[in-house]
């Protein structure tokens, strides 16, 4: 007998679109993936993209969805807003919004906020993901949820006391394919998070954060005066801009990080951490977000049947 579909949960980003059928115990049961993120749905509408990937797996119209990411920004489908920090990640699905004038029911998780005039930041997807590694890893007091724009997180127990932004993912794009340095890294093209240069680079960066735009600029000097290999720079490049943003998170060795990220950039972060003498614990970022998704829709859920019964 097949196990019943329980909840859609949808991780919708600004470039790619995430979707599973969970069973009430949170197992996947079916999964879409498309490049179909917000800024390619405008257009058709959200509630259109949506429903036809539920039709193509056959979902039930009376199956609910529980949405994180950008989705609910402003430019979005319904705009979520935020919580303010400190802020209970276990609390993100009571505060989801309800989506108005469709058939379905559907939730869209709030982001977060650091609200300071020196240092404001914001996290939205991130926050669930946050969520399922929190209950992966209940006492850890660090997380890094490396990305386009990597997250680095402090919490007190389920409270999250603070949060970072780092662009490096961001950064290293440009520069790799928009500076002069392109004639030196070769442009797109894969980085072994083994390699010597990347390792080199990791503690160049970290130890010496301060240099990181003359240590860029020696990746084109190399090139011109001992001809410096182009995976070789493109591996120096990634290690320098990850090992900054490690001196910038203030990483010091010895220190327990949780570690929540999958494939290149799992390998590429737990080298660069393992090599400044972090104690890691990987957490699977797919599973992280699953796992959050179906705990926000519980809570979520609950919130909604107290409501309904006042």
Same mark, same amino acid.
């Given at each position: 007998?097949?196990?019943?579909?329980?909840?859609?949960?949808?991780?919708?980003?600004?470039?790619?679109?995430?979707?599973?059928?969970?069973?009430?115990?949170?197992?996947?049961?079916?999964?879409?993936?498309?490049?179909?993120?917000?800024?390619?749905?405008?257009?058709?509408?959200?509630?259109?993209?949506?429903?036809?990937?539920?039709?193509?797996?056959?979902?039930?119209?009376?199956?609910?969805?529980?949405?994180?990411?950008?989705?609910?920004?402003?430019?979005?489908?319904?705009?979520?807003?935020?919580?303010?920090?400190?802020?209970?990640?276990?609390?993100?699905?009571?505060?989801?919004?309800?989506? =108005? #004038?469709? *058939? $379905?029911?559907?939730?869209?998780?709030?982001?977060?906020?650091?609200? !300071?005039? @020196?240092? /404001?930041? %914001?996290?939205?997807?991130?926050?669930?993901?946050?969520?399922?590694?929190?209950?992966?890893? =209940? #006492?850890? *007091? $660090?997380?890094?949820?490396?990305?386009?724009?990597?997250?680095?997180? !402090?919490? @007190?127990? /389920?409270? %999250?006391?603070?949060?970072?932004?780092?662009?490096?993912?961001?950064?290293?794009?440009?520069?790799?394919?928009?500076?002069?340095?392109?004639?030196?890294?070769?442009?797109?093209?894969?980085?072994?998070?083994?390699? /010597?240069?990347?390792?080199?680079?990791?503690?160049?960066?970290?130890?010496?954060?301060?240099?990181?735009?003359?240590?860029?600029?020696?990746?084109?000097?190399?090139?011109?005066?001992?001809?410096?290999?182009?995976?070789?720079?493109?591996?120096?490049?990634?290690?320098?801009?990850?090992?900054?943003?490690?001196?910038?998170?203030?990483?010091?060795?010895?220190e327990q990080v949780g570690l929540v990220a999958?494939?290149?950039?799992?390998?590429?972060?737990?080298?660069?951490?393992?090599?400044?003498?972090?104690?890691?614990?990987?957490?699977?970022?797919?599973?992280?977000?699953?796992?959050?998704?179906?705990?926000?829709?519980?809570?979520?859920?609950?919130?909604?049947?107290?409501?309904?019964?006042?």
């Amino acid at each position: 007998m097949s196990v019943p579909s329980a909840v859609v949960a949808v991780d919708w980003g600004t470039s790619s679109f995430r979707l599973w059928l969970l069973s009430a115990g949170g197992t996947v049961l079916a999964e879409h993936r498309s490049h179909e993120g917000m800024s390619e749905v405008a257009g058709r509408g959200f509630e259109t993209v949506l429903e036809g990937h539920l039709a193509t797996l056959s979902a039930p119209r009376e199956l609910p969805a529980i949405i994180c990411g950008m989705a609910g920004s402003r430019q979005g489908w319904v705009e979520a807003g935020y919580l303010d920090i400190p802020a209970n990640v276990t609390g993100i699905g009571q505060n989801a919004t309800r989506v =108005p #004038g469709v *058939a $379905r029911e559907i939730a869209i998780i709030p982001g977060l906020a650091v609200r !300071s005039t @020196d240092e /404001p930041d %914001v996290m939205r997807g991130e926050e669930t993901q946050l969520l399922g590694a929190y209950l992966e890893m =209940p #006492g850890g *007091a $660090r997380y890094c949820m490396p990305g386009t724009h990597s997250k680095w997180v !402090s919490m @007190d127990g /389920p409270i %999250v006391t603070g949060f970072e932004t780092y662009m490096t993912g961001e950064l290293f794009s440009a520069i790799n394919d928009n500076t002069i340095l392109a004639h030196s890294t070769g442009g797109a093209g894969p980085v072994d998070a083994q390699d /010597p240069a990347f390792l080199t680079g990791v503690r160049d960066g970290w130890a010496r954060p301060e240099k990181t735009t003359h240590h860029l600029f020696s990746l084109r000097a190399g090139q011109l005066l001992h001809a410096t290999e182009a995976g070789c720079n493109r591996a120096r490049l990634s290690g320098l801009l990850i090992g900054t943003e490690l001196a910038g998170a203030g990483i010091r060795g010895g220190e327990q990080v949780g570690l929540v990220a999958s494939g290149l950039l799992q390998r590429l972060y737990h080298a660069a951490l393992s090599e400044c003498g972090a104690k890691l614990r990987d957490i699977d970022a797919d599973m992280a977000v699953r796992r959050g998704l179906m705990e926000a829709w519980r809570s979520y859920s609950a919130t909604t049947g107290d409501r309904k019964r006042a």
